[in-house]
């Protein structure tokens, strides 16, 4: 083999390795992007374990709709703190979702019904908060979160997993 032919070899084969090189960054980057949703997941399935979100939970879900902000301090703090944790929770989730850290999909499973559940609840009470702060930003997130997971149920139909999957076998 002359030099020149050597030479060119020597060239493929480092185009190859650099290719290579890149392919197994991208890979390494899409494993890495699947970890971070996957561990946000569980970190999202852990949240609702707790006992005092659980608790939080429990009394929200008690509440009339659409409570007003004097009719739900009236009830005592423990209520309007169980709203406010409840409703900056699942705020929190709102905006992973909304950044794609943790799919739409697996919320609309996971919570879908809650979040609705809760924002219809909360809602008057989310706009007096507002209000009073003047700061129209408060439960923002949630807000929006309740009005996509309404959209896409209306949207797609879909019926609760109960039905959905009623002859689903392991």
């Known amino acids: 083999m002359d030099l020149n032919t050597a030479a060119n070899l020597a060239e493929i084969i480092g185009v190859l390795i650099v290719v290579g090189g890149l392919a197994f960054a991208v890979i390494q980057v899409m494993q890495f992007r699947q970890h971070r949703r996957d561990m946000a997941a569980i970190e999202l399935a852990r ?11 429990r009394l929200v879900l008690s509440l009339p709709d659409g409570i007003t902000a004097k009719e739900l301090r009236a009830k005592g703090t423990e209520y309007e703190d169980a709203a406010m944790l409840v409703s900056l929770t699942l705020e929190s989730v709102a905006i992973m979702v909304h950044r794609r850290i943790v799919s739409f999909d697996l919320v609309w499973e996971l919570m879908g019904g809650v979040v609705q559940t809760t924002w ?11 209000d009073e702060q003047e700061q129209q ?34």
């Open 120 to 130: 219809g609840k909360l809602g008057t009470w989310a706009q007096a908060v507002r």
């Open 47 to 57: 949240s609702f374990e707790k006992p005092a979100f659980g608790h939080a939970l």
């Open 137 to 170: 930003k408060f439960d923002e997130w949630i807000q929006w979160l309740a009005k996509q997971m309404k959209r896409y149920g209306d949207e797609t139909g879909l019926e609760p997993a109960h039905h959905q999957y009623k002859n689903w076998r392991p």
